[in-house]
């Protein structure tokens, strides 16, 4: 099962979405190509600061740091979601744990010309430890966590799973 070092970005992501969808992709159920919201994702991905080259680190995959150590993320979304900050600073921590000293999270929206930042500060960092902690927690419930409100899921690309009766 997941360890503390695979947690990825898409793990956090799921887990403020969703905790069923978190157990789900966990277990290898990944319909995201049928998402039309992950197709515009991509889409808006591939067309916005195409200058840089996306950083692997194995389990974390970040758009790009720059020369201060500031991790950046381009979002599809037109407004910030709690997740989004959740995520860069995960990346932030994930930097740190290999000794980059990440200052922080840089979030871009591309379709509301927005950008925001979060500097990676102690309690920062707790909160980033907690989501980790919280993750593997759903990674070892022995049965899916209940569904969301059934309007909470638009967009889901699990939709179909769940809701096929
Ligand atoms: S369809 Fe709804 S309940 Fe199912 S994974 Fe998506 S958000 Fe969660």
Redesign the pocket.
């Known amino acids: 099962m997941i360890g503390r070092e695979d947690v990825a970005g898409v793990h956090i992501k799921y887990l403020y979405?969703?905790?069923?969808?978190l157990w789900?992709y966990l277990r290898g159920i990944r319909p995201e190509h049928l998402s039309a919201a992950v197709q515009l994702g991509e889409a808006v991905h591939d067309t916005a600061y195409t200058r840089h080259s996306p950083i692997d680190l194995g389990a974390a995959q970040l758009d790009f740091v720059d020369n201060e150590y500031w991790v950046h993320e381009v979002k599809s979304s037109s407004r910030p979601q709690e997740a989004d900050r959740a995520q860069g600073l995960h990346y932030c921590q994930q930097l740190r744990r290999i000794g980059v000293e990440a200052q922080g999270a840089v979030l871009h929206y591309p379709r509301t010309r927005r950008t925001q930042r979060f500097p990676y500060t102690p309690s920062a960092a707790i909160r980033a430890e907690a989501d980790i902690d919280a993750v593997l927690v759903v990674a070892d419930a022995a049965t899916s966590p209940?569904?969301?409100a059934?309007t909470?899921?638009r967009g889901?690309?699990?939709?179909d799973?769940?809701?096929t009766e």
Not at 156 to 159: A, D, N, Q
């Open positions: 979405h969703c905790h069923r969808q789900l209940d569904r969301l059934r909470s899921c889901c690309s699990f939709t799973y769940c809701w």
